[in-house]
């Protein structure tokens, strides 16, 4: 009776979502534009896609917009079954918070489908005008320019060579190293990057800086990890009185808990001796799945797959798992979910795909709302980021998450993470989020790792302590 009952509400949400989205057999992939806080505003082309549900050809209707709007319809109709993408620019010119709906039709019905635009504006690029695109414009090409990187070190001043350099720029990232004069130079495009950088013997170093033509250069300098010793005379020094009561609070240590291999648990096993309740307490789990397009590939989301499948199988039946996925828009494609359930957990994780953009931080505050509602006390309750670290819009916002986690996790809610790809910066990102949130930071490159490292740490977590 309780599996029906769990079922029915997933199907019950599943249809509800579906329907907030299928507009009279228009199935909108996504509504929702959020370009978070824009210090440099410069406008940009928004795709969103649509697929036509119906028996019959549809189409978009041609309609006249607002002026800081700019469209581009599909130039033909929307056959059954196949998708199509509509371009939107929009292109404020005031500053501030803005949330703004176009307002659009299609054949199939007299009702309107609105798509959806929020954000806040700090201020306009000098090159705004110059790089706006323009559907006028088919041959219009954004604004190039050489923009250069030096590398110093910090105390002498000279430059290194073979620093490495990775540019992220929303979720897509480049990696470079510099020359022997400690340079990197790039042919580039206007807009705000994130610098990490690292060198050997140095500490790594990372930066935010927004290149256009007037800011094409930037100069790093990397702290070397060991420091020259210098002699000092004699000096009267006010030691602080130090206090013996260490109120830190750590990550968990590595114990000696061997790994269980994927094929020790038999398919559809509700419990299994290696996995005790007398030993390990109970599990609520909210899987978080970074699911944008920069996640597609058998090196990130073909092994995240192969971690979770490998952990349904391991988990028992007072284990609790809820997966949400993200990318422009975040949302649950499997409520609290009893692992006994482990047919249909497994069909949700199989049906993962990846597309779209990286917008982390948001979903990182829904998933907690999730998590405090399935609280177990004295269980083992926390979060499990997946992604290859590419978020968009974090900026600023980077911090404030950081104390969101800590807050969370003086809670006894935990955050870890696991990390793929080869993303310098996004697995940094993710592992300091992992240590403020007393977690555990994975990094999975191959399958031998994904069918072990996911359960070994799920059980040193859930470890009761004697």
């Not at 201020?123 to 414009?137: I, K, T, V």
């Not at 250069?148 to 190293?177: C, H, M, N, R, W």
């Not at 789990?285 to 952990?311: A, P, T, W």
């Not at 996004?426 to 994904?450: P, T």
């Amino acid at each position: 009776m309780k599996r029906v009952l769990i079922f029915t509400l997933f199907l019950l949400f599943f249809f509800e979502s579906y329907a907030q989205r299928n507009h009279n057999g228009l199935f909108l992939h996504r509504e929702n534009s959020a370009f978070g806080e824009v210090e440099f505003w410069i406008a940009r082309i928004d795709t969103f896609l649509v697929t036509n549900t119906t028996n019959k050809t549809l189409y978009i209707l041609k309609q006249m917009v607002p002026r800081d709007f700019e469209l581009r319809l599909p130039s033909h109709g929307i056959k059954p079954g196949a998708t199509a993408p509509i371009e939107v620019i929009y292109n404020p010119s005031i500053t501030g918070k803005f949330k703004r709906k176009l307002k659009l039709y299609h054949s199939g019905t007299n009702q309107p489908f609105y798509l959806s635009f929020k954000g806040e504006i700090i201020g306009f690029d000098e090159y705004n005008q110059l790089a706006c695109p323009s559907f006028s414009r088919p041959n219009y090409m954004k604004p190039s320019f050489k923009m250069s990187i030096l590398v110093l070190d910090s105390l002498t001043q000279k430059p290194i060579k073979k620093a490495l350099l990775e540019l992220s720029k929303g979720e897509g990232y480049q990696q470079f190293f510099t020359n022997s004069d400690g340079e990197m130079e790039r042919t580039s495009q206007l807009g705000l990057f994130f610098i990490y950088s690292e060198a050997k013997g140095y500490y790594s170093k990372e930066i935010e800086h927004y290149f256009n033509p007037k800011r094409r250069s930037i100069t790093i300098t990397l702290v070397p990890k060991e420091k020259s010793i210098q002699r000092l005379d004699s000096v009267l020094i006010e030691l602080p009185e130090i206090s013996l009561n260490d109120n830190e609070k750590t990550i968990l240590e590595k114990q000696n808990i061997n790994a269980i291999s994927y094929d020790r648990f038999p398919e559809n096993k509700e419990e299994n001796d290696q996995f005790p309740r007398s030993e390990f307490c109970e599990n609520n789990v909210v899987f978080l799945i970074d699911v944008s397009s920069s996640m597609r590939g058998e090196d990130r989301l073909d092994l995240l797959k192969k971690s979770m499948i490998q952990l349904t199988h391991m988990l028992r039946s007072i284990d609790k798992v809820t997966i949400m996925t993200y990318s422009d828009e975040s949302q649950v494609v499997l409520s609290a979910t009893s692992a006994h359930h482990k047919d249909e957990i497994i069909k949700i994780i199989n049906g993962l795909k990846a597309g779209g953009s990286t917008y982390g931080g948001k979903a990182i505050r829904q998933a907690y709302k999730i998590l405090k509602n399935e609280f177990i006390t004295g269980g083992n309750n926390q979060i499990i980021l997946a992604t290859d670290g590419g978020f968009n819009g974090l900026g600023k916002g980077e911090k404030q998450l950081n104390r969101l986690i800590k807050g969370k996790a003086n809670q006894q809610m935990k955050f870890s993470s696991i990390g793929f790809g080869k993303n310098r910066r996004g697995k940094d990102m993710i592992e300091n989020l992992s240590k403020s949130g007393e977690g555990n930071y994975l990094y999975i490159s191959n399958e031998d790792q994904a069918k072990t490292a996911l359960n070994n740490m799920i059980m040193i977590q859930s470890a009761l302590k004697r």
